[in-house]
């Protein structure tokens, strides 16, 4: 047609069509004209082939530098990034325009796929039932999670079966360890009800970092040993190659979603504690589980048999009790009793508690606390195991180290704060002292907490004597229990009633 272009495809039409038909017959058909057609039929190369290349409109830019100096550049340093370069060249030559680093991109990029590097190439698997579980850490702390209202900094141990899409995960609260490792993999494979051929992880350097060679050499035997309880051959990823374990890294993004997407339907990022956070980080993995139940079902009969027990999911260090009534772990001071002080105890160190031993006998458990990010040591403190010290020495609250993490809840340290305003040091220390020493004694931390809030908003400061009035019982207004002794005589007398009642039967 007139004004209009010959397209590629028409020609296409017009030489299918020129075997059966006339010439003016298949140009009708293909659109074109009779002159057209003829011209088509004399030379039947497409239209697209017959244009001639478009010569450069303007002078070349990097017509003087390119092969001068960036490509010297690409030579000697192939990881060098292509925007790197443009602020070189522009640096160098302030003649140059901004406009040119579209060009210089494509420029190096068409050099690169000429005269560049091999690259690493992905194989993709075909993964079999039973043979490979994967397991990863992935960092949650974008998602803003919150525990009454604080942060939480943590990760999210995440296991996968590759064939049948199972999976599970685990809140971790420090970093990549192998404690997190060992415990969230034996919680992954009793859910899943077996364990694979293989376990591969990445190379564990998070774990292995400030570590020693012997230290290292520990870590990698306890690894083995695990796998080695499950009847697993433990594998690792090459360092920095994160798509050795692709199967399970693509996974995270879509696991984080489903959690980002619960959490705003949900309406609230806050928990009231721990415990609730990982019940609805189970409940979401459970759900993505079901929608893959019956690939689970046929995946399980070729999984190993469990064996009876768990391994070790803990490190077991040796402490000894000081004279500031604690120990100090990884960084960490942690109260004790103390009737404690001076002994030698066992702690096993779990990734989010503390279970304390003496020989073989449970002494009590104790949250985990870690180092704050800058390298400082941090403290877990119990009022309950140094409060009667306090009342014998109240002072010593003043200066005291960790006198913060002593407050189990906030309102004793804005007690602390108002009476430290408002009246002397000596009846600041021992007001907070008597009120930490009543919640201690009569089991009222909660209700006193309440109590002193009411107290502090209405502006006043708390009665320790009228407060102790309210949660200790009055001894006066106890009731007398009067309990009158049984004669031993009287029982002769029964059992004698009772062997009469027998005669006359």
């Known amino acids: 047609m007139p004004g209009r272009h010959v397209t590629d495809h028409q020609t296409r039409l017009f030489m299918k069509l020129r075997q059966d038909h006339a010439i003016e017959l298949v140009a009708a058909k293909a659109g074109l004209s009779r002159a057209t057609g003829y011209r088509a039929a004399k030379d039947p190369r497409l239209p697209s082939q ?19 100096e960036v490509v010297p550049m690409l030579q000697s340093a192939p990881g060098l990034r292509p925007v790197a370069i443009y602020d070189e060249m522009l640096r160098r030559h302030p003649e140059l325009l901004p406009g040119i680093r579209r060009t210089l991109e494509r420029r190096i990029r068409s050099w690169r796929a000429i005269h560049g590097e091999d690259r690493d190439v992905i194989f993709r698997q075909v993964h079999e039932p039973g043979r490979f579980g994967l397991s990863d850490f992935t960092d949650m702390g974008p998602l803003g999670v919150t525990i ?25 609260l420090g970093g990549e360890s192998f404690v997190a490792l ?27 970092r400030n570590l020693d060679a012997e230290a290292s050499d520990d870590l990698t035997t306890r690894y083995e040993a695990l796998c080695a309880h499950y009847r697993m051959t433990p594998t690792r990823n090459n360092k920095g190659v994160a798509h050795e374990n692709g199967a399970i890294e ?14 705003l339907m949900r309406g609230s990022a806050d928990f009231d504690d721990l415990g609730r956070y990982r019940a609805f980080i189970d409940e979401i993995v459970g759900r993505r589980n079901a929608t893959r139940g019956k690939g689970i079902a046929a995946e399980r009969p070729h999984l190993r048999d469990l064996p009876g027990q768990r391994t070790t999911d803990f490190e077991e260090v040796i402490v000894t009790v000081t004279s500031t009534g604690g120990f100090t772990l990884r960084k960490v001071f942690y109260t004790v009793p103390s009737r404690l002080i001076g002994h030698r105890l066992r702690v096993r160190l ?5 279970e304390v031993f003496s020989g073989g006998t449970h002494l009590l458990t104790l949250p985990r606390g870690r180092a704050q990010a800058n390298g400082k040591h941090d403290q877990v403190m119990n009022y309950h195991h140094v409060i009667h010290s306090r009342r014998k020495k109240p002072m010593a609250l003043l200066n005291l180290a960790y006198r913060d993490k002593l407050f189990p809840r906030s309102e004793y340290r804005r007690v602390w704060e108002a009476y430290s305003t408002a009246r002397a040091e000596r009846q600041a220390c021992k007001i907070t002292v008597e009120l930490l020493a009543l919640a201690h004694d009569r089991g009222c931390e909660a209700e006193l907490a309440i109590e002193l809030a009411h107290i502090l908003e209405s502006g006043d400061l708390p009665d320790v004597t009228a407060l102790r009035g309210r949660f200790s019982p009055d001894p006066a207004k106890l009731p007398v ?11 002769e007398v029964l059992i004698g009633s009772s062997e009469m009642a027998e005669g006359q039967v």
């Open 350 to 354: 779990f990734d989010d508690r503390l």
């Open 50 to 68: 017959k244009e001639e290349p478009r010569g450069s409109r303007r002078p070349d830019p990097l017509a003087q530098i390119f092969d001068a």
């Open 148 to 172: 009454v209202g604080r942060p939480i900094d943590h990760l999210l141990y995440h296991f996968r079966l590759p064939w049948s899409g199972f999976e599970h995960g685990h809140v971790i």
């Open 481 to 491: 229990i009067s309990v009158t002794p049984v004669q031993l005589g009287s029982y």
């Open 182 to 208: 060992a415990e969230g993999l034996q919680n992954a494979l009793w859910s899943a009800g077996g364990a694979p051929a293989y376990h591969r992880t990445d190379s564990l350097s998070a774990a292995f």
């Open 250 to 263: 693509s996974a995270h993004g879509h696991l984080k979603a489903a959690v980002r997407d619960a959490l």
